[in-house]
Nanobody
Framework: QVQLVESGGGLVQTGESLKLSCAAS????????LGWFRQAPGKEREFVGR??????????FYVDSVKGRFTISRDNAKNTVYLQMNSLKPEDTAVYYC???????????WGQGTQVTVSS
């Protein structure tokens, strides 16, 4: 089992920044992917980006809507992955989730989510 706990959400104004954290504990994997997702009220869950670890290194991907504004990073010592969100827009308002999967499987482990609200 993997436990994921998100934190760092809050209420900010347009153009401001937030840094979300996803702290992992429990089972560890040599190779895995941690993804960030978000779900706005009345909308389906949306993939935001992911960081993949493997024996050959790491790789990060972002969807176009956040590219250049959001940055995923990790702190191995803290078993934590971060989502730095800059230049926030009202359309970024959502509950943000982190999730983990093995390289070939579906996202199995999910955090509880953290609310991000961007006021105009």
């Amino acid at each position: 089992q993997v436990q994921l706990v998100e934190s760092g959400g809050g209420l900010v104004q347009t153009g401001e920044s937030l840094k979300l954290s996803c702290a992992a504990s429990g089972r560890t994997f040599t190779s895995y992917t941690l993804g960030w997702f978000r779900q706005a009220p009345g909308k389906e869950r949306e993939f935001v980006g992911r960081i993949t670890w493997s024996t050959s290194g790491s790789n990060i991907f972002y969807v176009d809507s956040v590219k250049g504004r959001f940055t995923i990073s990790r702190d191995n010592a803290k078993n934590t992955v971060y989502l730095q969100m800059n230049s926030l827009k009202p359309e970024d308002t959502a509950v943000y989730y982190c999730a983990v999967k093995t390289l070939s499987g579906p996202y199995v482990y999910w955090g509880q989510g953290t609310q991000v609200t961007v006021s105009s």
